[in-house]
């Protein structure tokens, strides 16, 4: 791929902090969430880190320009399932394609490791990220209120089968 149209890199050092800043800053700024939502991914992001084993476990960072603009995990939930984890694309990098490369990376790396669906976790009000799991596949299988984040929200559970 060329620079313009970004490239997905696995994770590096000094990725991880940029992973959980820029979730923090941007759901702020876009969503008003508040400092509760950067300390989950840093909880989750944590995790993924501590127990990563590259048989089960995938990552990557989009980056344009030589700099990072995106990232989503995947990870391993059972033999069977897996987990997508903290997809985030920054505004800049939004509508070169680069969240559906991630979200396809994501499916290809669970195929090869013989994970039979993926699970994730995500919110009605992230209309961009539905879209880009609906291209994918992934269909909806449970929705329910609640209050996160300083907000009222709808929590959704979306799985694809592989």
């Known amino acids: 791929m060329t620079a313009d149209a970004g490239v997905l ?5 000094g990725d991880w902090g940029w992973v959980i800043s820029r979730h923090g800053a941007l759901y702020h700024e876009e969503f008003g969430w508040d400092g509760s939502f950067e300390i989950l991914v840093a909880e989750i992001a944590a995790g993924i880190a501590r127990n990563f084993d590259s048989k089960t476990d995938a ?9 990072p603009v995106g990232s989503v995990f ?8 897996a987990k997508l984890r903290l997809l985030i694309l ?11 490369r991630l979200v396809a990376a ?40 609640m209050r996160d984040f300083g907000q009222d929200l709808i929590s ?5 089968t592989l």
């Open 106 to 145: 994501c499916t290809t790396f669970a195929r090869a490791a013989g994970y039979r669906r993926i699970t994730l976790w995500t919110h009605s009000i992230l209309v961009a990220a539905r879209k880009l799991y609906a291209a994918e596949g992934y269909r909806l299988i449970a929705s329910e209120p």
């Open 59 to 67: 990552g990557w960072i989009a980056e344009l320009d030589g700099k």
């Open 9 to 13: 890199r696995p994770p590096q050092p």
């Open 90 to 100: 920054d505004p800049a990098a939004r509508g070169k394609g680069l969240g559906a």
């Open 156 to 160: 959704e559970t979306w799985e694809l």
């Open 74 to 81: 995947i990870i391993r939930v059972d033999d069977e399932t």
